[in-house]
């Protein structure tokens, strides 16, 4: 153990002697001193535990001397004890005001000493340990902004640490404090709580814990304050619990709300749908649910960057906000003045809920609905970007069209998607007969997810392609039809788009293109005729990455002649986005295949991108075919197709032709191909085998 260091001072050679011999059995470091200039150096120098510095000394006393040694650094923690033969009281106070630790009498009792002095540096070792001690405590209450404090009961004033003084916005040890003090700086809502609790602990001598906020100048902060009745004095501890606070405050913000538009999220949604609906019954009124899509958002999210998307679905949440403000329903009815706030929600995507509270006519509702409609005509400008999109509303009353939330939103959801089914840009009120209709509709695609995981449900029937100089079949185009097990045969306008929308369509395209292929080389091989099979692809199954992947498979799977394969695609899938369509129209070429454009001038495509596009036939859309005959623009307009693909070295293909005379202008006008009801409706393998394929098998 490290000795503890001695300097003894003193102008007397004799005194020092004796307390060096009576210290002489201990384990100290001694130094002397004769002289208080000697004593300040040797304390320099070795920073001693405990001086002995006495009183009287030529030239500079020990008074003096202490004073001096106290102006060194870390002299606030060693021990100084004056030496004096003066036993007067206002010597020793003068004593302890120059910073004296402690003070010896003369003449010393020197079997005594070596144990005063040992006792001396343990009582300081004991203060220093003490003061570091408070000074870590204080350190560690101002990190943690905690306060602490003491009130016996009887006095007005509280005991309060530094911290304390800080937390209410006080210079430490500036100003008594009061309970009375304090409470005039409670938040006038926490004012109540806090004087019950107080007045409670007074009256039984109880603890309490309780939270509060106090205003100091221009800021609010959260205080924990926790109590203990110890010895009939209440003591206690204040915690700043500001930021605990504002972190409770954005974690509920983060779980109830929409950060990007800052409305409701789903929960929150939900919770005020479950309270307008328990309003409404107690109330014995009707409320009404608007369900809001926005039609074409993928469109422009796609088209100009999700950035964009962000920004139209914060105007869209401030166009739907101004349109249902209480002051404007009240305008639209009078008669009908809400009482409290309509509720908007972001639910999700680009969907949006509003709670329409107490507005229960039909009437008025149905002004709110046209209101945001004729409001969403308006572009959106975003950074110089004009957007156009529309509103789909769906509308669900309480309690005609349900009675709890998940029967309400999903009657208005259905609402809503019929809207969509309507031509968008509309709103629908929900009937019984659409919620039946959805029904069927979501068990047809459960129907459809069994006949693709049985795979004998679903059938190819093949429509022939005739050469309209020879008369002769120069291939098929493959068309699906579905074998219901209860519902009998379907055709493509029945299962198609919900194919489509439910995503099936991707694993029945994958069937259909497999099918088809080995269809035709089981032809080719049966009849040694290298006919050409045309395979309808979806818009969805075109803007899949694993579209090329698939060509291979069913190429590979049927062993067919890539030349012998046509894909139709329509312009519509082409046009969404041109910069993608390229390269994978190229990328498909690459595989041997050919391409056609199907329902030709039925899209939006612009004529210059036809040059740029590896396409190999024109499909002339049934539209254009049917009154080719006695409509002079029907029959301008083929012609211009067919000249087109003519001029671009292309194919032509009518497709829809009924009766000889279309028959004879499409081959006057140099029309390639046609395919219609007047050759053959599409039949199954087995019908075309017998139809056309008889004779053929004979030789």
């Not at 504002?246 to 929150?268: C, G, H, M, V, W």
């Not at 208005?412 to 840009?425: I, L, P, S, T, V």
């Not at 198609?496 to 099936?504: H, V």
């Not at 693909?645 to 390639?672: D, F, H, K, P």
Request: hydrophobic share 40%.
């Amino acid at each position: 153990m490290k000795p503890d260091v001695i300097l003894i001072v003193d102008d007397d050679p004799a005194i020092r002697l004796l307390m060096k011999h009576a210290l002489s059995d201990n384990q100290f470091k001694i130094f002397e001193a004769e002289s208080a200039e000697q004593a300040i150096e040797l304390f320099e120098q070795n920073s001693p535990d405990l001086t002995l510095l006495d009183v009287t000394m030529d030239g500079m006393d020990g008074f003096e001397c202490c004073a001096e040694l106290r102006k060194l650094p870390g002299t606030q923690q060693k021990a100084i004890v004056m030496v004096t033969a003066l036993d007067h009281p206002e010597d020793i106070e003068k004593a302890f005001e120059y910073g004296a630790t402690d003070f010896m009498t003369k003449p010393l009792k020197w079997g005594l000493f070596n144990h005063r002095v040992r006792y001396i540096l343990k009582a300081n070792q004991n203060l220093v340990e003490l003061k570091s001690n408070q000074e870590k405590l204080a350190k560690a209450q101002t990190m943690a902004r905690i306060g602490s404090w003491e009130w016996d009961f009887e006095s007005p004033y509280l005991e309060c640490s530094d911290e304390m003084y800080r937390l209410l916005g006080l210079k430490p040890q500036s100003i008594p404090i009061t309970y009375e003090q304090i409470s005039t700086m409670i938040h006038p809502d926490d004012l109540a709580h806090f004087r019950s609790t107080l007045v409670y602990t007074l009256k039984n001598k109880k603890n309490y814990d309780i939270e509060y906020r106090i205003i100091c100048g221009e800021d609010t902060i959260y205080i924990h304050d926790k109590t203990e009745v110890v010895n009939g004095r209440l003591t206690g501890i204040v915690h700043d619990i500001t930021n605990h606070k504002k972190s409770e405050q954005e974690i509920a913000y983060f779980a109830y709300y929409d950060t990007l538009t800052e409305l409701p999220n789903r929960r929150l949604f939900i919770n005020q749908l479950e309270s307008a609906i328990s309003t409404a019954k107690r109330r014995k009124e009707r409320m009404s649910l608007l369900f809001i899509d926005l039609d074409r958002f993928k469109q422009v999210n796609d088209s100009y960057g999700h950035h964009v998307g962000d920004e139209l679905l914060c105007q869209a949440a401030d166009r739907i906000k101004e349109c249902v403000r209480v002051s404007d329903v009240i305008g639209a009815s009078q008669s009908a003045a809400p009482r409290g706030e309509n509720k908007v929600a972001r639910l999700a995507g680009d969907e949006f809920t509003v709670i329409l509270c107490e507005v229960n006519a039909v009437e008025n509702v149905a002004v709110i609905a046209q209101r945001l409609i004729d409001r969403f005509k308006e572009p959106f400008d975003i950074d110089g970007n004009q957007a156009q999109i529309s509103v789909s509303i769906g509308v669900a009353f309480y309690p005609d069209d349900g009675v709890d939330v998940n029967t309400l939103l999903q009657h208005a959801d259905a609402a809503m998607y019929h809207a969509k089914e309507q031509g968008r840009n509309n709103y629908q009120l929900f009937s019984t007969e659409m919620n039946k209709f959805l029904q069927d509709q979501l068990k047809i695609e459960m129907d459809l997810k069994q006949a693709l995981s049985d795979g004998d449900q679903l059938v190819l029937h093949f429509q022939p392609q005739i050469n309209t100089k020879t008369q002769l079949i120069t291939g098929f185009e493959a068309l699906v039809r579905w074998q219901h097990p209860t519902k009998g045969l379907l055709f493509p306008l029945e299962f198609i788009g919900l194919a489509e929308t439910s995503g099936l369509i991707v694993e029945m395209g994958q069937w259909i293109l497999t099918e088809a292929c080995c269809q035709a080389k089981k032809w080719q091989d049966a009849h040694g005729k290298n006919y050409q099979m045309a395979v309808n692809l979806s818009a969805l199954q075109f803007n899949k990455d694993c579209l090329p992947s698939q060509i291979e498979q069913a190429i590979s799977v049927s062993g067919l002649n890539p030349r012998l394969l046509e894909l139709e695609i329509t312009e519509t899938a082409i046009i969404h986005d041109v910069s993608e369509a390229i390269p994978l129209l190229f990328e498909i070429k690459k595989l041997g295949i050919k391409l056609a454009i199907d329902d030709f001038g039925t899209g939006y495509s612009s004529l210059s991108y036809l040059k740029n596009f590896p396409i190999d036939t024109l499909k002339i859309d049934k539209s254009f075919i049917d009154e080719i005959v006695n409509n002079v623009k029907d029959a301008a307009i083929a012609y211009t197709i067919v000249q087109l693909a003519s001029n671009l070295g292309l194919s032509t293909v009518a497709e829809g032709v009924e009766y000889l005379e279309q028959q004879v202008i499409l081959q006057e006008m140099g029309c390639g191909q046609i395919q219609g009801y007047l050759f053959s409706k599409p039949m199954s393998p087995a019908s075309i085998e017998e139809t056309f394929f008889k004779e053929l098998s004979k030789d």
